[in-house]
């Protein structure tokens, strides 16, 4: 189990609720910490896009992003 994270992603009060990108490397960390792997995470963040002079790595979205994303996809749909 990991402690650095709650291990119920599905509560809005919690702080890292909209952030995948901290909890994704809250879980890197603590997983080679214990000696253990987490293959999406490390693949997702072994990702990258080049956007203004800036690298942005690849992450997992947390529930709250991926519920917003979900209750938005009609629009996301349209404007792509």
Partial sequence: MFTSISADGNNAS???YYKGKE?????????EEKGRKVPAFTYAKSQSIEIGGK?????IGSVGQWLTLWANKDGIDDIL
């Fill in 14 to 16: 919690d702080p890292l």
């Fill in 55 to 59: 690298t942005i790595y690849g992450y």
């Fill in 23 to 31: 909890s994704s490397d809250l879980i890197i960390n603590e997983a």
